[in-house]
């Protein structure tokens, strides 16, 4: 299984960004997936996750700004993100919604300046 996270970048506060994910080696249709962000010195979390039936649930910190969403047929999970702000500064990874992941992608780092 490979995980491909890409679209992140350096940008000011208040603008968008979109990620994506290529997920290769598995049927995506089989599994919830999430996105996860690990900013320096801290842990990983949970920012979006979406159900193999498209429900959708979010961090406190990001709800109402990002919004997951996945094209099964292209294998690609998505992560609009709005309204960034600095504190959204992390690298960005996606993987299965489940105790135990896949092999960790490298993430795509996004860097919010204020």
């Known amino acids: 299984v490979q995980l491909q996270a890409c679209g992140g970048g350096i940008v000011q506060a208040g603008v968008s960004l979109r990620l994506s994910c290529v997920v290769s080696?598995?049927?995506?249709?089989?599994?919830?997936m999430g996105w996860y962000r690990q900013a320096p010195g801290k842990q990983r979390e949970l920012v979006a996750g979406?159900?193999?039936?498209?429900?959708?649930n979010y961090a406190d910190s990001v709800k109402d700004r990002f919004t997951i969403s996945r094209d099964n047929a292209k294998k690609t999970v998505n992560l609009q993100m709005n309204r960034l702000k600095p504190e959204d500064t992390a690298v960005y990874y996606c993987?299965?919604?489940?105790?135990?992941?896949?092999?960790w992608g490298q993430g795509t780092l996004v860097t919010v300046s204020s």
């Open positions: 979406i159900s193999r039936d498209g429900s959708t």
């Open positions: 993987n299965k919604k489940s105790i135990v992941k896949f092999l």
């Open positions: 080696g598995i049927n995506l249709n089989n599994y919830d």
